[in-house]
């Protein structure tokens, strides 16, 4: 155990409570009484001078225990003790008054001294022998002796006897009663139950005890046979010692004290004879003997286990544990911090050996046999290194083990062993991950460099001496060129804003990452990639890493990639990726500069046969030489050039800038001229003679973006081709709008169609005569959500000549005879007339579909059904029309020709077609009125259809003087506005049952 810290004397007291201060004043009180009446009891000279005084070690005590105020509680005793030997009130104040400041003046001196009431060290009891028991012993005796001497008649000879008894009362009273009280004052009660050995420890002192109370009880005939036992209380006094400790010890010799000197005060023991000088000496060399014996062996005692303990706290702070084995009985000693490193219970009971070696791991259980059983010259085994231990929770972990045989027997054969232990298994793991990253560092393919504070290198791996060509051992303490830099910048010297900024980058950041470029071995450049990063230590760079990699192959490679990405492999002009870059360009400066641009589209014309004719060889050398000639021909200005790119095989695109179309018909020439000059290549005969075919567009006069600008282009070369090739022709850009609008235009009348826009009119044919109606003819409106009601002359010519035109005529057949089908079923008994187009007349199906549509319905829908032909349409080719009609007509559709007498049929034709119906068309009807040619026209046309048994039905009829004209030439059937307009399929029978007729007034019409 370690000393208590020195204290200023009676400082620590300060915090007392009254009532702890008075029990301790009455404390002190009664103990001091008591002992000094026990002591007066047995007095040496006088009636106040006793060979044994018990007071002295208390009042010493209570002062170093509790304090200074403790010596009022001594005087008062003293004072007491005194007058109650018989001492006047003046002479028992004087020797209360030495006895206390003796305590006082004694405790302050220990203290100064750095005495420890512990009384762990042999140091701190010979400091209470010392000064207490000699030195404040000496001043109390002292004055007590004057103090006697002046109250009283004593000789010379009775005054030393009187000191010399006083002062060895006074010392053998410290020795035996202010050791005990001092270790029960500072740790009450722990002193008793301290160790494993307390039960022992206390059956010895009551040995010791009861042997002394057997001698000394005893009357003194039978004291002196006992008197042998006397010097058995020693030797189990020397015992009790090296078990029980200080504070046993002393206490027995205290009540061993205490029984010998109140046994002698009543005439009991062998040294109850108080006339007897030599027997009261021989009590106190006795007493003295055991408190001498208990003391020294208890104090050597205590400081072994102090250094015992000192050892195990210094193992205990090093985390090291301890076992001590006794290999004959199996068990041993195993230290806290061995348990609590294995992770067992301070109670854990496998404390044999063989039990901490099965945890052992067998790899390392077998090596540490073989070296604890190996002989060695001295005959002592031992073994150190990391072993693998099974701790508690069933997880292996590394210790370093050190163990040794510290006895053998006479066949040397191991009896003690003494092992430690330490955790090391983080170090392990530091170390593999040392080991781990040493390989790394060795073997990374970067270059790596670590430098100190002052820029020196301390390592590098061998990839930074690779790349540096220079070895360790040069580079190792020198500043290295990548960090000269800074090493400069140190010296005070100007560097590069380039490396500036990296040290820069370093100190505001602390790590910069870039590349930079620096000479080879073999002189030419190189990239490097390096990453610099600072380790702070304090707050401040302690160490630098470098990481440096060589990537000028990979710039090489990114570069080649990106030649292949956007240039022409074999020519080196600008691919098509490239030339969407530039085009993009030369498009926003034309916007920017307000110049002409014109993109050229060139074809080399029969270039197939010169592969065929001379070889690829040949035909790449040609392609090579084109280029050169088109890259020469380019122009330039002071921030400009014009461009040229190879798309794919034979096909080129030019880039040129000019102010004016002159200038870019000019251009274009210039390089038509320069493609068609004669090409000398080797591998061929003779020079080739090869033209191309160029197509070029001008932006901003064809403002399209680039896509289409190039394809315009295309489609121009096209055009020069299919006229003839070796030319040039530019895009017309009118006709494009034009032919895009009818593209769109053709593009809503489908969309028309598919939304349901398009509808049926229908306007009546009645007979002018009667004013009953025989039929409808169904006519196409588009019903246009912006425009409204559009004719179909309004869009019907956009797809006449298209698949369209033949798809919007069967939807009007399929529509049309639907609705015709619904009025026959109604009991509205008419025909229907609908119009056909030339192409959907002719398309190879329409009779098929025709049929289709038929097929469900009864034969009177197909007899009232009547199909238009446009005149020019049927005698387009007369005799397929021919044999068109006739299938039709065995189905009982009938046929009219529209818009008769607008054409230039003869006779002979028109007796060929089998029509049923002649429609005389508008413009005859609307001139015969005022012009004889018209009506000639129309008569003729009546007569026709007379002489061909056809009816003949006249159209744009509009007024009744019209309409009388007609019946007088004899024409009965006609339609037009006058009669009525066409309207849609739901009005017709409400128009049917109130129409008048154009000459007629008011009446029914019969249906």
């Known amino acids: 155990m370690s000393s208590a810290p020195a204290q200023p004397f009676g400082s620590a007291r300060s915090t007392v409570t009254l009532r702890t201060l008075s029990v301790r004043l009455a404390l002190v009180l009664v103990g001091y009484y008591v002992g000094g009446r026990l002591g007066l009891a047995i007095p040496q000279v006088g009636t106040q001078v006793s060979l044994f005084w018990a007071p002295s070690g208390v009042a010493l005590a209570a002062v170093i225990a509790w304090g200074p105020w403790m010596a009022s509680a001594v005087a008062l005793a003293a ?12 002479v028992a104040t004087l020797i209360a008054a030495g006895d206390s400041g003796a305590a006082l003046i004694a405790a302050h001196l220990l203290q100064r001294l750095g005495f420890s009431q512990l ?20 001043l109390a005796a002292t004055n007590g002796v004057i103090s006697l001497a002046l109250g009283g008649p004593f000789s010379m000879t009775e005054i030393g006897r009187a000191w010399l008894v ?29 160790g494993r050995r307390s039960a022992t420890s206390a059956l010895l ?61 009543f005439g009991l023991g062998p040294f109850a004879q108080p006339q007897t000088t030599g027997a009261l000496t021989l009590l106190w060399g006795y007493l003295c003997t055991l408190s001498a014996v208990g003391l020294l062996i208890a104090g050597y005692s205590g400081e072994l286990a102090d250094s015992a303990e000192r050892w195990q706290t210094a193992l205990e702070g090093a985390d090291i544990g301890v076992a001590d084995w006794d290999l004959r009985r199996g068990r041993g000693f195993r230290s806290h911090r061995w348990l609590a490193l294995l992770g067992l219970a301070i109670d854990d009971d496998k404390d044999r050996f ?12 077998a090596e540490l046999r073989r070296a604890l059983q190996a002989p060695e010259p001295d005959g002592q085994g031992h073994f150190r290194r990391d072993i693998r231990i099974r701790c508690a929770d069933g997880t292996w972990r590394w210790f370093a083990c050190d163990a040794s045989i510290a006895e053998r027997n006479t066949q040397a054969v191991p009896t003690r062993l003494v092992v430690t232990i330490a955790d090391v298994n983080a170090r392990r793991a530091a170390t593999e991950r040392h080991r781990l990253s040493t390989h790394l560092f060795q073997n990374l393919h970067e270059g790596i460099l670590i430098a100190d504070a002052q820029l020196r290198v301390l390592d590098v791996n061998q990839a930074f001496c690779s790349l540096t060509g220079e070895t360790r051992e040069s580079l190792i303490g020198t500043v290295p060129a990548l960090l000269g830099s800074q090493a400069d910048e140190i010296a005070g010297s100007a ?32 990239a490097l990639r390096v990453t610099i990063a600072s380790v702070q230590r304090d707050d401040a760079p302690a160490y630098l890493t470098v990481v440096v990699s060589d990537v000028t192959e990979q710039h090489r490679q990114r570069a080649q990639l990106e030649r292949q990405a956007h240039f022409d492999e074999l020519t080196g002009l600008p691919n098509r990726t490239r030339l969407a870059q530039m085009l993009a360009d030369a498009l926003r400066s034309s916007d920017e500069e307000g110049f002409l641009l014109t993109l050229c589209y060139i074809d080399l014309d029969h270039f197939k046969e010169v592969n065929d004719q001379h070889g690829h060889a040949v035909g790449d050398r040609v392609l090579v030489e084109m280029a050169k000639r088109l890259r020469g021909g380019l122009r330039r200005g002071g ?3 014009d461009a040229v790119a190879r798309l794919s095989g034979d096909e080129f695109v030019l880039l040129m800038r000019s102010s004016s179309l002159d200038e870019s018909r000019q251009a274009v020439e210039r390089m038509l001229q320069l493609i068609s000059q004669p090409y000398r290549i080797e591998g061929a005969a003779q020079p080739l003679e090869l033209s191309a075919s160029i197509g070029a567009t001008v932006y901003p006069l064809d403002r399209a973006d680039a896509e289409t600008l190039l394809r315009h282009a295309d489609h121009a070369m096209y055009g020069a081709k299919q006229g003839g090739r070796d030319g040039f022709l530019f895009f017309d850009t009118e006709q494009s709008r034009r032919s895009e609008a009818r593209v769109l235009a053709v593009g809503r ?18 007979n002018m005569r009667t004013g009953r109606l025989l039929g409808v003819e169904a006519l196409l409106r588009w019903i246009h959500p912006d425009h409204g009601v559009i004719g179909p002359s309004g869009f019907l010519p956009l797809i006449e000549h298209t698949i369209l035109g033949a798809t919007v005529g069967d939807w009007v057949l399929e529509n049309g005879i639907a609705q015709l089908v619904r009025w026959l079923d109604s009991g509205l008994d008419l025909s229907m007339s609908i119009n056909v187009s030339a192409r959907h007349l002719q398309s190879p199906d329409f009779v098929p579909r025709l049929e289709q549509l038929l097929a469900p319905h009864r034969p009177q829908v197909a007899a009232r059904l009547e199909l238009e032909v446009l005149e020019t349409a049927a005698l387009a080719d007369i005799d397929y029309t021919s044999s068109l009609m006739e299938r039709c007509r065995a189905r009982g559709v009938r046929f009219a020709l529209d818009d008769f007498g607008t054409g230039y049929s003869n006779l002979t034709y028109l007796k060929q077609l089998p029509v049923d119906v002649l429609k005389i068309d508008r413009s005859f009807v609307h001139g015969m009125l005022a012009d004889s040619e018209n009506l000639a026209i129309v008569e003729g046309v009546v007569r026709l259809a007379r002489t061909f048994d056809c009816l003949a039905v006249a159209e744009g009829v509009e007024s009744a003087e019209q309409a009388r004209k007609l019946l007088s030439v004899g024409c009965e059937i006609g339609q037009g506005i006058g009669i009525g307009a066409p309207m849609p399929a739901e009005e017709v029978p409400g128009w049917a049952r109130h129409h008048r007729g154009i000459l007629a007034g008011p009446r029914a019409v019969a249906l």
């Open 495 to 526: 560097d590069s804003a380039e490396r500036k900024a990296i040290w820069e980058s370093l100190r505001e950041r602390g790590a910069w990452a870039g590349e930079i470029v620096e000479p080879g071995d073999d002189g030419q450049p190189r």
């Open 354 to 365: 063989e039990d901490w070696l099965a945890a052992v791991h067998p790899d390392d259980q």
């Open 205 to 265: 002192a009551l040995t010791v005890v009861g042997v002394s109370a057997a001698v000394f009880l005893a009357v003194p005939s039978a004291a002196v046979q006992l008197s042998a036992w006397l010097f058995v209380p020693p030797l189990l006094l020397a015992w009790l010692a090296t078990r029980g400790g200080l504070f046993t010890t002393s206490a027995t010799v205290l009540a061993v004290a205490l029984v010998a000197a109140t046994a002698t005060a």
């Open 639 to 641: 921030k400009w050039v």
């Open 166 to 194: 006083w002062w060895l009362g006074d010392a053998l009273g410290v020795a035996v009663a202010a050791v005990p009280l001092l270790a029960l004052s500072r740790q009450p009660g722990s002193m008793i139950r301290r």
């Open 119 to 138: 009384l762990d060290r042999r140091r701190d009891l010979a400091l209470l022998i010392g000064v207490g028991a000699l030195g404040g012993s000496l």
């Open 749 to 766: 009348i489908q969309d028309a169609l598919q939304q349901g826009e398009l509808m049926l009119y229908y306007q009546p044919k009645v």
């Open 79 to 90: 004072v007491a003790v005194n007058i109650a030997a018989g001492a006047s009130v003046a």
